[in-house]
């Protein structure tokens, strides 16, 4: 079964892990499906918060060298993708950090085509901050200092203050699923999914999502279970909040349901094959 996106066959793959979508079992999927084929790495390479403040791209920036440091001896991000570019085979794997496509696009000469997992924009929120709060928490005091923004505001704030904090900065923070693929409100989704895209599906159906790529693959690939933020029931949303985050991630939403649907279809097919 080939589904809507193809992949042409000179084409790297790029593992694009939105944070709190499933990212860390998208990544551990992967790594197994592409066992037979090498994986390059790649850091972090979206900056949110050091959009707001110096002290915060320094943290990016520190995070970002020591990785390229630990897999490829050198500070440069662009010694890396030079890097790739030389070394990489068609088929092999772009992985690690959280990674953009836009960087990967501008940056590689070949064809790279997307892997990723979205989710629902209210879940992921909510899984967002529940998580960012609990972990600063369980911070020592003294290391708390040096936290990422969205940390320091979930622990300082109940989830509505967070949203308005998020919707204040809706130019930072808001629509982050585009931001990872690079699309902007103009772009038609289907279009850049079609050119762009080998294997996507949403988090709330990733069994379906495994067993799609495993056909595409030739190979079974299992999704797990690797949630490490808790439940986001944890965190109460009210009818108020669901209109802000509707501002917040309008776009978001837009490609998530494009995506839903999509694999509704895969579904029915696959049903009318079954039994038609």
């Not at 902007?184 to 996507?200: E, G, K, M, S």
């Amino acid at each position: 079964m080939t589904g809507p996106f193809t992949v042409h066959p000179g084409s790297l793959l790029l593992c694009l892990r939105v944070p709190k979508t499933g990212s860390r079992s998208l990544g551990a999927a992967l790594d197994a499906a592409f066992a037979g084929k090498r994986r390059f790495y790649l850091p972090n390479t979206l900056e949110f918060d050091g959009r707001l403040s110096t002290f915060q791209h320094l943290r990016f920036r520190r995070s970002q060298i020591r990785n390229l440091i630990a897999h490829y001896g050198t500070p440069s991000l662009e010694c890396a993708f030079r890097h790739i570019e030389q070394k990489a085979m068609n088929g092999d794997l772009l992985s690690g950090g959280h990674i953009d496509f836009r960087t990967v696009f501008w940056r590689l000469t070949r064809e790279v085509r997307i892997v990723t997992i979205l989710r629902n924009p209210y879940d992921r929120c909510r899984s967002e901050y529940y998580y960012a709060r609990q972990s600063q928490l369980a911070k020592q005091p003294l290391t708390r200092l040096d936290s990422g923004t969205i940390p320091l505001v979930a622990a300082k704030f109940d989830f509505n203050s967070y949203v308005d904090f998020l919707l204040d900065h809706r130019d930072v923070y808001g629509d982050i699923s585009a931001a990872y693929l690079g699309l902007l409100p103009c772009t038609d989704i289907d279009a850049f999914f079609r050119r762009h895209v080998f294997h996507a599906g949403v988090l709330e159906r990733s069994d379906q999502f495994a067993r799609a790529l495993g056909d595409k693959l030739g190979t079974r690939v299992q999704f797990p279970q690797l949630n490490g933020s808790g439940s986001e029931q944890h965190v109460p949303l009210t009818a108020a909040t669901k209109r802000k985050l509707d501002l917040l991630y309008g776009f978001d939403f837009a490609i998530y349901e494009y995506l839903l649907n999509s694999s509704q279809q895969r579904a029915a097919r696959v049903r009318h094959r079954a039994f038609g």
